[in-house]
C-alpha cells in the first residue's frame, strides 16, 4: 500500500524564523509531489509541486525533493503568522486507466508565533 | 468565479437517510475526483473520473456512488447514511496528460456533513 508520511506537529516557529517541513513516500514510480496549505475550514490550496530531484524556489517556498530517498520537504522562509495552516504533502500515484489520484499524507501543522 | 464548487456547503441529515452532493468545475479539467477528510483531517481519495472511467479506492463503501451527467459535473450519492460518514467531503479537478503538471488538484471549498 502507497503510503506518504508526514509529522503531525504542530511545529511551532518565531515570526521570521525558517520552517522545516519533511514527507517520506514509500512508492518509488511517484512522479510528482505536492505541497498543499490548507487553513482550519478551508480547502486544500496547492502552493509548491516539483518533479525532478533537487530544489525549486517560488519566493519565500522551497521545496526540495530527493528520489533516492524517497523524501520530500518545504523550507519556508521569514515565517509569518499568516502562513499558521496545516500542510499536506501530495505525490502523484499515476493510474494508468484513468486520471491521476493524489496519495495525501496526513498534514503537519504549523503555528508561526509574533 | 469559482473554479471548482459543491453544494451544499454543510448537510446535516438522520442515519439511514439518502442524500447528494454537488459539483460542478468550470476549469475545463478532463478529470474529477471525491476526496474525505476525517476528524483527524487525513484527505483520502474516493473516487477518480473521467469521461472515460471510474476508479474506485476499494475501501470506499458501495453506498458511496459518483454520477457525472457531463464532464463538468460529478456528483457524489450517498445511500443509508451512517455515522461514520460524517467528515468533509471535497471534490476536486485536474488536468490529466503529458508533461510537468500531473497531478496538480483544484479543491472546492468541501462539504461538512453530519449524520445524526
Known amino acids: 500500500q502507497k503510503e506518504v508520511e508526514q509529522n503531525s506537529g504542530p511545529l511551532s516557529v518565531p515570526e521570521g524564523a525558517i520552517a522545516s517541513l519533511n514527507c517520506t513516500y514509500s512508492d518509488r514510480v511517484s512522479q510528482s509531489f505536492f505541497w498543499y496549505r490548507q487553513y482550519s475550514g478551508k480547502s486544500p490550496e496547492l502552493i509548491m509541486s516539483i518533479y525532478s530531484n533537487g530544489d525549486k524556489e517560488d519566493g519565500r517556498f522551497t521545496a526540495q525533493l530527493n528520489k533516492a530517498s524517497q523524501y520530500v520537504s518545504l523550507l519556508i522562509r521569514d515565517s509569518q503568522p499568516s502562513d499558521s495552516a496545516t500542510y499536506l504533502c501530495a505525490v502523484n500515484e499515476k493510474n494508468n486507466n484513468a486520471g491521476n489520484m493524489l496519495t495525501f499524507g496526513g498534514g503537519t501543522r504549523l503555528m508561526v508565533k509574533p | 468565479d469559482t473554479a471548482v464548487s459543491q453544494t451544499p456547503k454543510y448537510l446535516v441529515t438522520q442515519m439511514g437517510n439518502d442524500k447528494s452532493i454537488k459539483c460542478e468545475q468550470n476549469l475545463g479539467h478532463d478529470t474529477m475526483y471525491w476526496y474525505k477528510q476525517d476528524s483527524k483531517k487525513f484527505l483520502k481519495i474516493m473516487f477518480s473520473y473521467n469521461n472515460k472511467e471510474l476508479i474506485i479506492n476499494e475501501t470506499v463503501p458501495n453506498r458511496f456512488s459518483p454520477k457525472s451527467p457531463d464532464k463538468a459535473h460529478l456528483n457524489l450519492h450517498i445511500n443509508s447514511l451512517e455515522l461514520g460518514d460524517s467528515a468533509v467531503y471535497f471534490c476536486?479537478?485536474?488536468?490529466?496528460?503529458?508533461?510537468?503538471?500531473?497531478?496538480?488538484?483544484?479543491f472546492g471549498q468541501g462539504t461538512r456533513l453530519t449524520v445524526v
Open positions: 476536486a479537478s485536474s488536468q490529466v496528460g503529458q508533461g510537468a503538471f500531473l497531478g496538480e488538484a483544484f
